[in-house]
């Protein structure tokens, strides 16, 4: 099936750094989200994005709906140590009428204090 | 205003028993999806459903799976005669409106094992 191919697959920073994570498709979306999953928990939603070149923020986190509508970027800034985790991007793909999301292979965050 | 839920939250069962899985939606949603996560992986979508209603089981697969949400009560993932390659974290998310827009709130999952 579909898949959208998210990097990198894995991030080993210090805390304090900024990270950056981004997703591409090879088919145009209209809606792009952002989850967190913690081990042995169920992904919670970020950030959800739904117009091409929207950028929001949620703290420190900011998001962007790619123009081209086929790609979209996750940062994290001044990152700390409960940043750790798995983080998702998911998207429909605008010939979905049942509304179901894609998701990507995941980004697993690793913040060292 | 309580999250979605879902239980049990671990279940282990042998080759070719069955197995139920419960989720109940965040109050005032009326879409159910259910997804699969291998370990490792991403979620792979597997039905949808609104009350009384399956819109999309694209991601179903043919056999000893089924999904149901009735008109009162929480919605059921049912696999019958499990498999040692059905042992998976199954999640459930629920939306308060129809699927082109609308995020998606996930519960905290059911790990399947199957022994």
């Known amino acids: 099936g579909q898949q959208l191919n998210q990097s990198p697959q894995s991030m080993f920073i210090q805390e304090g750094e900024d990270v950056s994570m981004n997703c591409t498709s090879s088919?145009?979306?209209?809606?792009w989200l952002w989850y967190k999953q913690d081990p042995g928990e169920g992904p919670v939603l970020l950030i959800a994005l739904y117009k091409a070149g929207e950028l929001t923020s949620n703290g420190r986190l900011t998001a962007q709906f790619g123009i081209t509508r086929k790609d979209s970027f996750l940062n994290i800034s001044a990152s700390i140590p409960s940043d750790v985790g798995i983080y998702f991007c998911a998207g429909r793909d605008v010939g979905n009428q049942g509304g179901k999301l894609i998701f990507g292979q995941g980004t697993e965050l690793s913040v060292k204090p | 205003n309580a999250g979605v839920m879902q239980n049990p939250r671990h279940l282990v069962r042998r080759r070719g028993q069955e197995a139920r899985l419960r989720c109940s939606p965040m109050?005032?949603?009326?879409?159910v999806y259910w997804y699969r996560q291998l370990p490792e992986e991403g979620l792979k979508f597997m039905v949808y459903l609104q009350k009384e209603n399956i819109i999309d089981e694209s991601g179903m697969p043919k056999e000893r799976f089924s999904a149901e949400f009735p008109k009162e009560g929480p919605s059921i993932l049912r696999i019958q005669q499990v498999v040692r390659g059905d042992s998976a974290a199954y999640f459930c998310?629920?939306?308060?409106?129809?699927?082109?827009?609308?995020?998606?709130?996930f519960g905290p999952g059911t790990r399947l094992t199957v022994t």
């Open positions: 109050k005032g949603h009326s879409h």
């Open positions: 998310a629920s939306s308060p409106r129809t699927g082109d827009l609308g995020e998606q709130y």
């Open positions: 088919s145009i979306f209209n809606t």
